[in-house]
């Protein structure tokens, strides 16, 4: 789909499965899917970013809590929803992000980033939204290539390491 | 939650933005985009400076604690290998109803002390009697 047949959307329509959505000028996205989520995913992310709560890790804790099985992060559902966006716009494009969630993921979820008038929904297979995104973005087309790795997406020149942690 | 700690630092560090930690972050993504991505949401600015940060520094009680959101201001993505500094606050506790809410706040600057990215997490204490 060009851009041209993209839709352009107030806030709270619904959007035409598989349609490509208009955030702003030059900025549209179009629907992407994420996982099935695994709990091994889930021990990685609790790896990197330092957050074991056994509700994720722990499913013995999970079911003594009333849920099924261990439910993945919050900030991971989160992260699937933003590397939607990364694999369309680039992570230079992104200048902020409003995160509600709104229902546990948890392993063996598939999810579906679906574009909306003002960012993106990640929907569950039964239509439940899992995390509503509001995006502000700008135009990738004015991020000056010179300054950004084309194959990270990231500052060309990076500081220097200085040890670590 | 604890509304007396509105206004407090939970965490004021210096740290390296590891390359084996994006690397490990873009594995748990799992998609092409995944490296890229990493640098957007290295941190969980609850978990920064330890897992019970969120936890003690609210004295959030797990038991009726949820994850409610998460905000992100990126000025840009973090570079691997950069220094930032880091600094956890509690920007407001209040309630509404029958709940608590909690927001944290984790503004990351670089060695000139530009921002690089603001993120407020945002906990919410159902039925709090606290």
Redesign the interface.
């Known amino acids: 789909m060009t851009q041209d047949d993209s839709a352009t959307l107030t806030p709270g329509e619904n959007v035409p499965p598989g349609e490509n959505v208009t955030l702003g000028e030059n900025v549209t996205l179009g629907e992407r899917t994420?996982g099935p989520v695994t709990r091994v995913?889930i021990a990685?992310?609790a790896?990197?970013?330092?957050?074991?709560?056994p509700?994720h890790v722990d499913d013995e804790f999970a079911r003594a809590?009333g849920l099924p099985s261990v439910i993945a992060?919050?900030?991971?559902t989160?992260?699937?929803a933003?590397?939607?966006v990364?694999?369309q716009l680039?992570?230079?494009a992104?200048?902020?992000?409003?995160?509600?969630?709104s229902a546990p993921v948890f392993p063996g979820d598939e999810l579906t980033v679906v574009p909306t008038a003002d960012g993106v929904e990640v929907r569950k297979a039964d239509g439940t939204v899992a995390a509503t995104v509001r995006l502000e973005t700008v135009n990738p087309e004015t991020v000056n290539p010179e300054t950004v790795n084309p194959e990270?997406?990231?500052?060309a020149t990076?500081?220097?390491?200085?040890?670590?942690? | 939650m604890d509304e007396s700690a509105k206004g407090r630092t939970l965490v004021e560090d210096d740290l390296t933005v590891s390359p084996d930690v994006l690397a490990a972050l873009a594995r748990a993504v799992g998609s092409p985009a995944g490296t890229a991505t990493a640098t957007l949401v290295p941190y969980f600015g609850a978990a920064v400076g330890g897992e019970s940060t969120a936890v003690d520094g609210l004295d959030l009680d797990l038991s009726r604690a949820l994850l409610a959101g998460i905000d992100y201001d990126w000025r840009r993505p973090f570079a691997p290998g950069e220094r930032v500094h880091v600094r956890v606050t509690v920007e407001d506790v209040f309630r509404k109803g029958a709940n608590q809410f909690g927001l944290l706040a984790a503004e990351f600057t670089d060695a000139a002390g530009d921002l690089v990215q603001r993120q407020t997490v945002t906990f919410i204490e159902r039925g709090s009697s606290k």
């Open positions: 994420r995913q990685r992310y790896g990197a970013v330092g957050d074991f709560n509700v809590s992060h919050g900030p991971l989160v992260t699937l933003l590397d939607a990364v694999e680039g992570p230079q992104l200048r902020s992000a409003k995160a509600r969630l990270t997406g990231q500052p990076a500081p220097e390491a200085a040890g670590t942690r």
